[in-house]
């Protein structure tokens, strides 16, 4: 009998706690704070990898071009309090290892942490014209302007519970807030009619719409110092370090190109202990994912570790039907 199961009356007074939660800031009987800039969440209902950091640096990298645009996280697992902005030369330690990336990777983008997602925007409104948060969708202390779901292809919030015999944070309801859901993850070549299935059971409101993404891999490898075309592991056994949430995508897809390699699994968003990287130090070539190198790096220097990136690629549409949703949310934006 699956434990989980044995949970589910826990399940049922989670989600009705959550769920007075949730009504309690619809009718207004707690504060939701709006701002006068636009403010646009991503998130989701289930504890886990989603694929959130795809989604925001797929936001960030379009709208950067025409906007001052400003991250928001609150930095998990991070070792630190408060509000930091995020610097090249932060630690993942300091601010978290997914806002560590944002900033590598846009280094001109304000990044910045802060568990208060109210006091955040306050301090970031001066640096910026629109604040993407990021992990927000249950943060209702605030009001975004535009809220963007995010649920994987094979872990779907329609076919899950509420904690704790499920991983929803919680009840399914809380995806009526989406103006946007996004399945992600899917696999290569998942018929049309999956997705129809899908949309369908969605139940989607008037005013959202639904896309669906799948994992893009990089060509590319990248150090410290270098970046090398993928092949370049095509003969030479490493290890595969993984600290996140779901790392079968990233497995399958090394396994297809017939790589060699053993896997090191970690929990997700994983500290590295002492003897841990003392035991990666006498592998000869690691490859990780580019959220886990953000915690790797200073604690194995120069040492042949390689990161291969990912990103959200649309199917079935092109990418500037959602590019126009989202610019269109920004460009329309009024302050009442």
Known sequence: MNIRKVLFPFSILYDGITSLRNVAYDNGWKNSK???????????????????????????????????????????????????????????????????QFKQKFPKVTVAVCASRQEGIEKLKAKADVI???????HR????????????????????????AGNLRESQRGARRADIIIVTKCPDGVAYSKLQEIQYE???????????????????????????????????????????????????????????????????????????????????????????????QSKLGKFALYYLPIKMELLNVREDALKKLIWDAVKNFRKD
Do not use: W
């Open 202 to 296: 969605m139940n989607l409101q008037p005013y959202q719409r639904i896309y669906f993404s799948k994992i893009g891999y990089d060509q590319f490898v990248h150090s410290e110092t270098e970046s090398l075309p993928i092949e370049y592991l095509s003969d030479k056994p490493f290890t595969l370090v993984t600290g996140i949430a779901n790392p079968k995508p990233l497995v399958a897809f090394l396994k297809k190109k017939q790589f060699v390699f053993t896997h090191e699994k970690f929990p997700d968003h994983h500290n590295f202990s002492s003897s841990e990287i003392s035991s990666l130090k006498e592998k000869e070539i690691l490859l990780t994912t580019e959220k886990d190198y953000m915690r790797l």
């Open 34 to 100: 709006r701002y006068d800039l636009p403010v646009i969440c991503v998130g989701n209902l289930s504890v886990g990898g989603s694929g959130k950091s795809p989604m925001v640096e797929y936001i960030v990298d379009f709208l950067r071009k025409d906007h001052r645009v400003a991250v928001l996280s609150r930095g998990y697992k991070r070792k630190s309090n408060g509000f930091i902005e995020v610097l090249i030369s932060s630690t993942a330690e300091e601010v978290g290892d997914e806002p560590l």
């Open 141 to 164: 202390k605030v009001r975004p302007s535009f809220t963007i779901l995010l649920t994987p292809f094979d872990d779907l919030f329609t076919k899950d519970l509420v904690l704790p």
């Open 132 to 138: 993407i948060l990021d992990d927000a969708l249950q």
